[in-house]
């Protein structure tokens, strides 16, 4: 059997390339111990035995290629921070499969190191290790040149052109999600008065933050309906820019997704605002495109999506 983990802002979800999936929210993996975790994996997904697991973990800045997971240095991080919230339940899960006996691999995140267009590498870091498995099970049974924006928590968006990923903007840059976002002028002043630090107004800079809602579920029926029209709005946005990006590169016309869970209800809007069909992608299908990378690595690939698997 192969397992996909996709490593998520609220939650930790398992996949096999059937689309066999469970989730756990990182909350609670936090308090699980590594044999609970490896036992409800086994539960949940089956009892069969593992072939191999593809992990994405935090942000995968210190990786370029797939590796073994015991041959990544400090868990595929240039550094254990970074900007997002900090709960412990991936790291938990990590522990969980090192010490599972299962043959995992690591992803890498897109970032400046990465073989991505040359003019996107202003920015440091592009997108985490899930959103290339999020991107490869698109590729493997949907498209080969498109457009994805992940939008919920926070919002990431990249574009994989002719088979290869050649551009990302991460959520601390353009559009901010529901939760999280990019830091304002006023957020700045607040960091630079020492009012709360960079990575705390990243974790506040979200439509919902600023609205003073924890989640969906709390806001009233006008406020729900401004949140989800102003992520459709910036979600929008950010996929036009990489639309300029992808006819500069000769693909004029990529497929365009949505994912994320409001993905079903934002991509009616998000059509309108293109003018073009925007489809919606299911919540475990980063897992899932793990889980196509394992077995297709088990199988032989030497490359996924450009990234080169360290044989």
């Known amino acids: 059997m192969f397992i996909g983990v996709d490593h998520g802002t609220t939650a930790i979800r398992f996949a096999t390339p059937q689309g066999r999936c469970w989730m756990l929210a990182r909350q609670e ?3 699980l111990s590594a044999e609970e975790i490896v036992e409800r994996i086994a539960q949940n997904l089956g009892h069969d035995i593992i072939d191999l697991v593809a992990l994405s973990y935090s942000m995968g800045d210190g990786l ?3 590796v073994r997971l015991e041959d990544a240095p400090n868990r595929g991080l240039v550094r254990q921070d970074g900007a997002g919230l900090h709960v412990g339940g991936g790291t938990r899960v ?3 499969i090192q010490a599972s006996g ?17 003019r996107l ?6 997108m985490s290790p899930e959103k290339v498995g999020l991107a490869y099970g698109v590729f ?4 080969h040149s498109f457009i994805v924006c992940d939008a919920s928590s926070n919002t990431v968006t990249f574009a994989v052109l002719q088979g290869q990923i050649v551009a990302a903007i991460d959520a601390p840059i353009f559009a901010p999600g529901l939760m999280q976002g990019p830091l304002d002028v006023e957020a700045i002043r607040d960091v630079d008065s020492g009012k709360m630090t960079a990575n705390q107004a990243f974790n506040c800079g979200g439509i919902l933050s600023k609205m003073g809602r924890a989640n969906l579920e709390q806001c009233l029926p006008e406020e729900e309906s401004l949140a989800l029209e102003s992520l459709s709005l910036f979600a929008a946005m950010e996929i036009n820019a990489l639309l300029v990006l992808s006819r500069d590169r000769g ?10 869970s409001p993905a079903a209800k934002l991509s009616r809007r998000v059509s309108g605002l293109l003018g073009r069909t925007v489809l919606p992608l299911h919540s475990s299908a980063a897992a899932v495109g793990c889980a196509w990378i394992a077995k297709d690595v088990f199988d032989g690939s030497k490359s ?3 990234l080169k698997v360290d044989w």
């Open 140 to 143: 493997r049974g949907k498209s």
């Open 102 to 118: 299962w043959p995992a691999i690591l992803l890498p995140g897109i970032h400046r190191a990465s073989d991505i267009d040359p």
């Open 121 to 126: 590498k202003v920015f440091s870091h592009g």
């Open 304 to 306: 996924i999506l450009g």
């Open 94 to 96: 990590f522990e969980a």
């Open 29 to 31: 993996a936090s308090r």
């Open 64 to 66: 370029t290629h797939i």
């Open 251 to 260: 693909e004029p016309n990529p497929d365009i997704f949505l994912a994320g």
